[in-house]
């Protein structure tokens, strides 16, 4: 059994999230006032492969409370969570909805009826472990960045991108470490990844491989190249 170094996987990308599996909120009241699980430590590795550890949102959590979203859309906040602790089960909750806004009040009926019941996080990988056997990661420190109200947990959708993103990324940044070049598709994602816009990604990939072609370009482009690995 072989297991990876931890390592700080994305460094600035704000939009590099993964949605965790949907946990069932337990209650609601009137005033729209909840609580529940957003995540749970170890036993079986989720949809991912993946195993929270405890102690991943320690630091996170320090920093202040998550967001909350409806179904992961940063566009759609319905209020505001009021309490995250980890205790020995996992990450426990209470949130309120704020009931002047309209997708909160539909939230409320769905959850109040039992149509939807899912809490769902999304976050960023900080440091994590990979048992190269099983295809497990640990996750050991976790940038909690938002928790949702979801009707479908883990659903690829629901968010701008996903673990399977992530993993691309570090995959690509161990590819350029290691001196392997990129075709223009797979520089422009991981430089969106690292929270380039399409516009910056693309210019970038165009300067990369121009100094992979033009030899009077190559050491800007090796310079260019080895800021962006340095962070």
Do not use: C
Not at 53 to 69: D, N, R, V
Not at 112 to 133: A, H, P
Not at 156 to 179: C, E, F, M, W
């Amino acid at each position: 059994m072989t297991i990876f170094s931890r390592m700080d996987l994305v460094k600035s990308a704000d939009d590099m999230v993964k949605a965790g599996p949907a946990l069932a909120i337990k209650s609601i009241t009137d005033n729209g006032e909840f609580e529940g699980y957003g995540s749970t430590f170890g036993g079986e590795p989720d949809a991912y492969g993946d195993v929270i550890a405890p102690g991943a949102y320690t630091e996170s959590l320090k920093s202040g409370m998550p967001k909350m979203f409806w179904q992961h859309d940063p566009s759609r906040p319905i209020g505001k969570w009021t309490k995250a602790v980890e205790d020995d089960r996992g990450l426990f909750l209470q949130g309120k909805l704020n009931m002047d806004v309209q997708q909160a009040r539909e939230a409320y009926a769905l959850i109040k009826s039992g149509d939807i019941d899912g809490l769902s996080i999304g976050y960023r990988i900080r440091e994590y472990s990979v048992d190269t056997d099983t295809g497990v990661w640990t996750l050991e420190k976790i940038d909690l960045r938002e928790v949702s109200i979801v009707s479908i947990g883990a659903n690829d959708n629901a968010t701008i991108t996903s673990v399977k993103a992530a993993k691309q990324l570090h995959q690509l940044t161990d590819r350029l470490k290691a001196g392997d070049r990129l075709t223009e598709r797979e520089f422009e994602v991981w430089l969106k990844g690292l929270g380039f816009s399409n516009s910056q990604a693309e210019r970038a990939a165009r300067l990369h491989l121009k100094g992979q072609r033009d030899s009077a370009e190559a050491e800007k482009a090796t310079a260019f190249m080895q800021a962006l690995l340095r962070g």
